[in-house]
């Protein structure tokens, strides 16, 4: 009997149903295959069945195939054989709840950041800076916060190192010499990310963690799909907000441990993009939050084609695998097929290496964990058929889901708040047009120094003693009772009051 909390991911060829044990989705995962094996399936499959069991998923949809998550599948012949082959019960076509997000505000909720949340560290991968530049990165947001101005947006990062090429003297003092050509090298780095979409990216109203987490009123969570379909153009941009995300989740959810459900179950598609030419100091943050994330109650489960996509940091983190079919042409994909042989538990009644290149679309490999958190032996499966349609969703029905999305107008209007760039470009004016003194106290000073200078000097052209000494009580007095106590002085030298 199939437990509330457990996920039947398909049948194996002795006609036993492989389950997977939802509480274990914090321990991560891993989906692999060639493209066209059926890794986005098995995402929708997986997605799909979180949502039921009240656990909000989040996931990209870089093809635009997830969509159809939302709206109910329909009988098929294949469909049928296939649920009576694995033995499934209740098998009722239905869709999920969701939320439609999209970077540019076009197919979904507009989903954005600032750039102190962003970080130094992402931010310098983002902008493919180098380790001198990422360190006048980290100057930067250094002073931003010691001066109390807030990096909300790209136009005020572009100030605040305007402001540094200005004001590099006084800050060589404390955090070093910096040349004003890698400052430049920065700011035209940062053209480039605005003309990419990153002017979408970084601004206000941003995304609150928690209208990720939402569920809706029968209790089931609610899918959030972010369209990747143009973003995908710019994998810096698509990986830097995932891994941005992530961060922002473990940040602010608190510790729960081991629960029966995890809080929330995070699908990255293209893993690859993540990895590929990434720095030591992102790759250790990466390692970083793959480790400690589970503690907060989130899955993470990576899809990508080939498990050697995934450092090995990484890699030995990710609890349940599953493994589509690789062709093996060349000899460097015959080695990727040996390396995902490797990555499982092994079954002495499979030779997993020769499977793994004659799984059909559908079938895939699969070692989730028993009770105890340890690996099971790797099996052969035929995967459950997803409850929802498989394939995109309609245009209409899509601008009808997001028309009626809970989350309308309240990120749909930008908000431009007084931030870096507001006050240092006040800065920048003030500095240049400096306000005229006041006519009264121009005119008060004139008096006194005339009194001063008939009474001292007697009409003479040399400035004597007295009247240098008036001039600094003049200068240096600027209250109205220090004008009165000059006043007095002169009353008491010319023998009036």
Same mark, same amino acid.
């Given at each position: 009997m199939v437990d509330r909390h457990q996920i039947v991911l398909g049948g194996n060829k002795e006609g036993q149903q492989i389950l997977f044990d939802a509480g274990m989705a914090n321990r991560h995962g891993l989906i692999t295959g060639a493209t066209g094996t059926g890794k986005t399936v098995t995402l929708q499959l997986l997605a799909e069945s979180f949502s039921r069991l009240g656990v909000p998923v989040f996931s990209a949809d870089v093809k635009g195939d997830l969509s159809g998550i939302a709206s109910p599948g329909h009988e098929h012949q294949k469909i049928s054989e296939r649920i009576n082959r694995i033995g499934l019960q209740e098998h009722s076509f239905e869709g999920c709840p969701i939320l439609f997000w999209d970077l540019f505000g076009q197919t979904g909720h507009p989903i954005r950041t600032t750039v102190s949340e962003m970080g130094p560290i992402l931010l310098a991968n983002l902008l493919n800076l180098n380790e001198t530049q990422s360190g006048i990165l980290h100057v930067a947001f250094t002073v931003a916060d010691a001066q109390g101005l807030l990096l909300l947006d790209l136009k005020d990062l572009h100030s605040m190192l305007g402001w540094m090429v200005d004001h590099r003297q006084e800050l060589a003092k404390e955090y070093g010499n910096f040349s004003t050509t890698s400052i430049t090298t920065i700011q035209r780095n940062l053209l480039v990310l605005k003309e990419s979409g990153g002017i979408n990216f970084f601004g206000e109203p941003a995304l609150k963690i928690g209208d990720l987490m939402r569920t809706d009123f029968s209790g089931r969570g609610v899918v959030s799909l972010l369209d990747a379909s143009t973003l995908y153009s710019s994998p810096k941009i698509y990986t830097s907000f995932l891994l941005w995300l992530l961060s922002e989740l473990m940040e602010e959810l608190p510790e729960r441990g081991d629960a029966p459900l995890p809080k929330l179950v995070f699908f990255f598609d293209e893993a690859h993009l993540l990895f590929d030419n990434a720095p030591p100091a992102l790759l250790q943050r990466i390692t970083q939050v793959v480790r400690l994330i589970r503690s907060k109650g989130v899955g993470i489960f990576f899809v990508s084609q080939y498990p050697n996509d995934i450092p090995d940091e990484v890699l030995g983190q990710l609890g349940c695998r599953i493994q589509h079919a690789l062709r093996a042409f060349t000899p460097k994909d015959q080695k990727a097929v040996r390396v995902a042989a490797e990555t499982f538990r092994q079954n002495p009644q499979i030779d997993t290496? !020769?499977?793994?290149?004659?799984?059909?679309?559908?079938?895939?490999?699969?070692?989730? #964990?028993?009770? +105890?958190?340890?690996?099971?032996?790797?099996?052969?499966?035929?995967?459950?058929?997803?409850?929802? +349609?498989?394939?995109?969703?309609? *245009?209409?029905?899509?601008?009808?889901?997001?028309?009626?999305?809970?989350?309308?107008?309240?990120?749909?209007?930008?908000?431009?708040?007084?931030?870096?760039?507001?006050? #240092? !470009?006040?800065?920048?004016?003030?500095?240049?047009?400096?306000?005229?003194?006041?006519?009264?106290?121009? !005119?008060? !000073?004139?008096?006194?120094? +005339?009194?001063?200078?008939?009474?001292?000097?007697?009409?003479?052209?040399?400035? *004597?003693?007295?009247?240098?000494? @008036?001039?600094?009580?003049?200068?240096?007095?600027?209250?109205?009772? =220090?004008? *009165? #106590?000059?006043? =007095? @002085?002169?009353?008491?030298?010319?023998?009036?009051?």
């Open positions: 290496e !020769t499977m793994i290149t004659e799984l059909g679309t559908g079938e895939a490999l699969i070692s989730t #964990l028993d009770d +105890h958190g340890r690996p099971t032996m790797v099996d052969w499966c035929l995967l459950s058929p997803p409850r929802s +349609h498989i394939g995109p969703l309609e *245009s209409t029905e899509r601008g009808r889901l997001f028309t009626n999305s809970p989350l309308k107008g309240l990120y749909d209007t930008p908000v431009d708040r007084e931030s870096a760039y507001e006050i #240092l !470009t006040v800065r920048t004016v003030s500095q240049q047009n400096p306000p005229p003194r006041p006519q009264e106290e121009t !005119t008060m !000073t004139d008096q006194i120094l +005339h009194a001063g200078k008939a009474v001292l000097v007697g009409g003479g052209q040399r400035q *004597s003693v007295g009247e240098a000494f @008036l001039k600094t009580i003049v200068r240096t007095v600027g209250s109205q009772i =220090g004008r *009165s #106590l000059v006043r =007095g @002085l002169l009353g008491s030298l010319t023998g009036r009051r």
